[in-house]
Structure formats: C-alpha cells, structure tokens
C-alpha cells in the first residue's frame, strides 16, 4: 500500500467490511479491501482502506451511519 492510503475500517467479518465498502463507494469514495486473514488459520481481520485526504469524511460517514 501506499503512503497515500490509510486504514479507514476493520472488522472480523468479511460481511461487514462489504457493506461499508458498497456504502462508501455509493458515496462516491474509492476504498480498496484488504485481507489480513491468514490462509491456514482464521486470525487476523478484514480491513478497508481510503486515500489519505477522505479519511475525515471517512470516519464521520461510519460513525454516522453505520452501526455494528
């Protein structure tokens, strides 16, 4: 990733991930899904990320308008 990018989301479930992605994009913000969930064993998270200068609008659309 580059430097531009940062983690706007993550959760353990691939479910919920997607959904703030498809929310995210309908508004018209590019994000990019991220597995850090090991292949062999489940550990690890689902996270999403966004260009540096929306993580502030970011944040305050999931705050918001997402709850889980």
């Not at 966004?50 to 659309?61: A, C, F, P, T, Y």
């Amino acid at each position: 990733m580059s430097f531009d990018w940062v983690k706007a989301f993550e959760n353990n479930f691939i479910h919920q991930v997607e959904i703030v992605k498809l929310f995210l994009e309908d508004n018209e913000i590019d994000c990019v899904l991220v597995d850090k969930k090991g292949s062999a064993y489940p550990l690890g998270t689902y996270q999403l990320f966004v260009k540096r200068d929306k993580i502030l609008i970011v944040k305050k659309l999931i705050e918001d308008n997402l709850k889980f």
